[in-house]
């Protein structure tokens, strides 16, 4: 008898022990804040802003890109829409990713944040061409406070239908950071040298 029809064998003799599944796995409560989402992002290298209301955002993401030297500013086609006018300029989707390779400052809008870890996803829907957020130096990402959940789960359940159709929804927590060479850690290797994620205020209910 070979090795293969030794473990069959094995396999056919203990095949009657079926076990009922589980269920669907829920995960323990964690903390679903603002806060919790801001203290995993720094420890992951990132910065939260804010909350801020959504009237201020453009002047925050202003702010922010004042005196970040020579380079372009570009906003992705939803971040630019939430934002209006600035000192940057909407995205083209269609454009040629090679010509990204002066860009300074790339702005952007989440589909959701994650307080577990300071993730945030981008949708491929969202950020074209996808390698804006790797060849920019400094990412800033919009993300609306009602679209933080506590954990990925969470986060998995609140994507949009078809979300996962995309092979570039992308997670991303804090700038790009390696440790592989000699263990040491080092930032900017392969994305932005820096992160900011921007919350904004979910707008006050109507009358």
Do not use: Y
């Amino acid at each position: 008898m070979s090795a293969r029809e030794r473990i069959l064998g094995r396999v056919r003799a203990h095949a009657g022990h079926v076990r009922a599944h589980p269920g669907r796995f829920r995960p323990g409560d964690r903390d679903g804040s603002v806060g919790a989402f801001g203290r995993a992002l720094q420890a992951a290298g990132g910065e939260l802003l804010g909350p801020v209301p959504a009237a201020g955002a453009a002047g925050a993401v202003a702010e922010l890109c004042r005196g970040q030297g020579g380079g372009r500013v570009v906003a992705t086609p939803g971040a630019a829409a939430r934002l209006g006018d600035g000192p940057w300029r909407r995205l083209d989707p269609a454009g040629a990713p090679h010509a990204l390779d002066d860009v300074q400052i790339a702005i952007l809008l989440a589909a959701h944040g994650v307080a577990e870890n300071g993730a945030v996803a981008l949708s491929g829907d969202e950020v074209r061409p996808r390698a804006v957020h790797v060849l920019c130096q400094k990412a800033i990402v919009l993300l609306d406070v009602e679209r933080i959940v506590p954990q990925m789960h969470a986060a998995v359940d609140a994507l949009d239908p078809g979300a996962l159709a995309h092979h570039h929804l992308t997670w991303v927590s804090g700038p790009s950071k390696t440790a592989d060479i000699e263990s040491t850690l080092v930032i900017g290797a392969h994305g932005p040298r820096d992160l900011v994620v921007l919350a904004i205020e979910a707008p006050a209910p109507g009358p």
